[in-house]
Every structure is written in C-alpha cells, then in structure tokens.
C-alpha cells in the first residue's frame, strides 16, 4: 500500500505561488507548474481586497478598469518568465501593448469628463454597507 509519503507527485512543502501582483483593490496570484523537459502551465487567481485584511471575489463595474491593468501585468509577469516558446511570448508583448493602449484611451476619455461613475459604484466596500 502506497502512503502520501511514497507520492512522488507530493512534495514536502506545499505549494506556492510564483508571484502576487496588484492593480487598485485587486490582486492576482500566478502560478507556475510543470517542468522544463514537460512544458510549463501558467494559472492566476483574483480576488479583491477589502478592509480589516478580508477579501472578496465579488466584483463592481469600475472594477473593470483594474482588471485590464491586472491582465497587462500578468501578461508581462509570465512573458517575463522565459519558460514559454518566443511566439508565446510575442503574442503575451502584443496583449500587453494592446491592453496599454486601451487603458491610455480610457485616461484621457475620464481626465476629459467622458466618464461617469454611478453612487453605487462609489467606492465603498461591500463590508461597508452591510451586503457581507
């Protein structure tokens, strides 16, 4: 009978995340599996920060912006790596640059008073307002 010591699939530390990166109240943990001779996968999980150290995955409308400066920083954080094939990595630059280029346009369109935030939206965490 094999015990989870005799695992070679289980290691003796657990698992960790290969890098945390944030934009506004949302965070993103990448992670990083495989092996050089049997290819690399890449996985990320979000979620929100909220007050007094909790977090939700629960999202609002203007979270939206965040998650586009996320995504560019996630793109560049595994494009940075070097585990993936140069194309891999021309098309992550690409979504990076593109994603840039979006959230410049959206700057100037909010500096310029094209874009309205609702009340609802305000800002205010769900532990605030009573819906956690």
């Known amino acids: 009978m094999r015990t989870e010591k005799d695992n070679p699939r289980k290691s003796a530390t657990a698992e960790k995340p290969m890098g945390m990166v944030g934009a506004g109240p949302l965070t993103a943990l ?8 049997s290819g690399w ?27 586009i400066k996320l995504l560019q920083v996630i793109a560049a954080v595994i494009a940075d790596d070097g585990c993936l094939s140069p194309i891999e990595t021309g098309v992550l630059r690409r979504v ?14 909010r500096s ?3 874009a309205a935030s609702s009340p609802e939206n305000s800002g205010v965490d769900d532990e605030e307002i009573g819906r956690i």
């Open 112 to 114: 310029s008073g094209n």
């Open 30 to 37: 990448i992670w990083k599996n495989g092996h050089q001779d």
């Open 41 to 67: 996968r890449y996985q990320f999980s979000l979620f929100r920060q909220l007050r007094a150290g909790k977090v939700s995955q629960l999202f609002r409308p203007l979270d939206l912006m965040y998650f």
């Open 96 to 109: 990076e640059q593109d994603l840039d280029q979006l959230l410049q346009r959206a700057s100037r369109q």
